[in-house]
């Protein structure tokens, strides 16, 4: 029997949350989504890497963050970036993280845990998430990383579960069966979300596969050998 993975802890108590809105091109709930899942099932669309569901559109999907392609400046033109175009959604457990680590972010990060007036989501500020920062190369970069680094703690104690895991679609299927996909021509409109044409991460073809650029991401997601034995389903697929 190959290898079994499991979602992390944090991760699934993420996506189990009664109390998240969800930042739409990241977790999916609903109907629509048993639909959407049943369907690829059906053309074999979905495949099992050990006991988690994956698309397969996983395997042919170009990824890298490119913070200097997203930063804000003169011929920008239609290029969106998911600090500014998506909505993150925080769970309680994630509100309290962060406000526990509210003055290391000060100090640190440089800017103020700000939550929108709802207060279930992160801020934007000048039409970009509170926590963006440009740096001396004119590129973003997120903030709380910087702060999680400099604390030594895993980056999701500090950081969303939502920016971590972007451009990737997690769905519940039932209480032990986790789908994941990305966000990708098929499903953004069922997402509400931008088209993957228009995130300079997602639309150059010469950017490495997401399975090997995410993979430190996937192996913290799933468990160590996640992103290995992704690579290993994709080369069969082929």
């Given at each position: 029997m190959g290898d079994r993975f499991r979602l992390h802890p944090l991760a699934r108590a993420w996506l189990d949350a009664e109390d998240l809105d969800r930042m739409p091109a990241?977790?999916?709930?609903?109907?629509?989504?048993?639909?959407?899942?049943?369907?690829?099932m059906c053309l074999d669309g979905v495949v099992d890497v050990g006991g988690v569901m994956v698309d397969r559109a996983l395997f042919a999907q170009r990824w890298a963050c490119v913070p200097d392609r997203c930063a804000p400046r003169p011929g920008r033109g239609r290029w969106r970036s998911c600090c500014a175009d998506a909505v993150v959604g925080l769970t309680a457990a994630e509100k309290e993280r962060l406000a526990r680590h509210g003055a290391a972010v000060e100090r640190i990060g440089g800017c103020r845990v700000q939550l929108d007036a709802s207060g279930a989501f992160v801020a934007q500020v000048e039409d970009r998430c509170a926590f963006a920062r440009i740096d001396g190369a004119g590129a973003i970069r997120c903030a709380l990383r910087r702060v999680a680094a400099d604390l030594h703690l895993d980056r999701s104690l500090?950081?969303?579960?939502?920016?971590?895991?972007?451009?990737?679609?997690?769905?519940?299927?039932?209480?032990?069966?986790?789908?994941?996909?990305?966000?990708?021509?098929?499903?953004?409109?069922?997402?509400?979300?931008?088209?993957?044409?228009?995130?300079?991460?997602?639309?150059?073809?010469?950017?490495?596969?997401?399975?090997?650029?995410?993979?430190?991401?996937?192996d913290w997601l799933f468990g160590a050998g996640f992103a290995a034995a992704l690579r290993r389903r994709a080369r069969r697929s082929r």
């Open positions: 990241v977790a999916a709930t609903g109907s629509s989504w048993d639909a959407f899942v049943v369907d690829k500090l950081q969303p579960i939502a920016c971590r895991v972007f451009p990737l679609v997690l769905f519940a299927l039932g209480p032990e069966t986790v789908v994941v996909t990305v966000l990708n021509r098929r499903n953004h409109r069922r997402l509400g979300a931008c088209a993957p044409t228009r995130y300079p991460c997602l639309a150059d073809a010469t950017l490495p596969l997401l399975c090997e650029a995410m993979a430190a991401d996937l």
